[in-house]
């Protein structure tokens, strides 16, 4: 005797759990996109701030004036050691950026003994808001806030 019994899924259920997954993912996305941009940003961040403790550090270990600069309007900034050369080069997350308009501090400059040249505040502006950086020098070592 033969049975004549087909199992599986219909036609309609299929398109009902892809319509789900479509659903689901038209809404995931752009929430992925935000925490990825995020994330980036505050990496970025933390990237300036060890630069800035990176700079201070090299200026007393080598009795050396170091500065970091931004470049390309505020999109990137670079390290400078002794005779203007350039240490190293990092860019912002796109949307990131140093703001000239409202900053004292054009760069961040240590002296041969690591005494930062013009303490002040530095603004980041990112996709979240402006992040304020507040250098200045207690105890012969510099502190970074994130305001």
């Known amino acids: 005797m033969k049975v004549d019994k087909q199992s599986g899924y219909t036609f309609l259920e299929l398109l009902l759990v892809l319509s789900v997954v479509i659903?689901?993912?038209?809404v995931i996305?752009?929430?992925?996109?935000?925490?990825?941009?995020?994330?980036?940003?505050?990496?970025?961040?933390?990237?300036?701030?060890?630069t800035i403790h990176?700079?201070?550090a090299y200026a007393i270990a080598h009795e050396a004036f170091t500065s970091i600069q931004f470049r390309n309007s505020g999109g990137a900034y670079s390290l400078y050691t002794p005779d203007s050369v350039?240490?190293?080069?990092?860019?912002f997350p796109e949307g990131m950026r140093w703001i000239?308009?409202?900053n004292r501090i054009r760069a961040v400059e240590f002296h041969q003994?690591?005494?930062?040249?013009?303490?002040?505040?530095?603004?980041?502006?990112?996709?979240?808001?402006?992040?304020?950086?507040?250098?200045?020098?207690?105890?012969g070592r510099i502190l970074v806030y994130d305001q």
């Open 23 to 26: 659903i689901l993912t038209i």
């Open 29 to 50: 996305i752009p929430i992925g996109d935000r925490w990825i941009q995020k994330q980036s940003e505050e990496e970025a961040l933390q990237t300036l701030i060890a």
């Open 54 to 56: 990176h700079a201070q």
């Open 86 to 91: 350039r240490y190293s080069t990092i860019d």
């Open 100 to 102: 000239a308009n409202g």
């Open 113 to 139: 003994n690591g005494h930062i040249i013009n303490p002040g505040t530095l603004i980041i502006r990112t996709s979240t808001g402006d992040k304020r950086l507040t250098l200045q020098l207690q105890h």
